[in-house]
């Protein structure tokens, strides 16, 4: 499964620490059906804070579990930068071989 890494320009916080770098792992179907049982993908931005809540491996040192309530307090422009690497990681997973992604 593909994964990308990203830095966060004002970071996330996480307990007293501020994590600067995340990881992302390649959407499933299963992330988007749990997604849209949350928030109607009509409303684009919250649809995607729920999506990149559940493909988020790890923010610096913590591996979660995360909330859409951390993504939500997120500085606009780290909240674009995570949507612009879930866009990458899409773009990621679907140049893999098959063999690759169901590997």
Known sequence: MATFIGQFKKGMKVGKDVHMDFELREMTTEDMLDAELEVSSAKPMNFNAELAMRQLVRVGSY????????????APPDFHLLRTGLAEVAKLGEESSPSEATG
């Open 63 to 74: 591996e979660g579990p995360f909330t859409v309530g951390m993504i939500r307090k997120l």
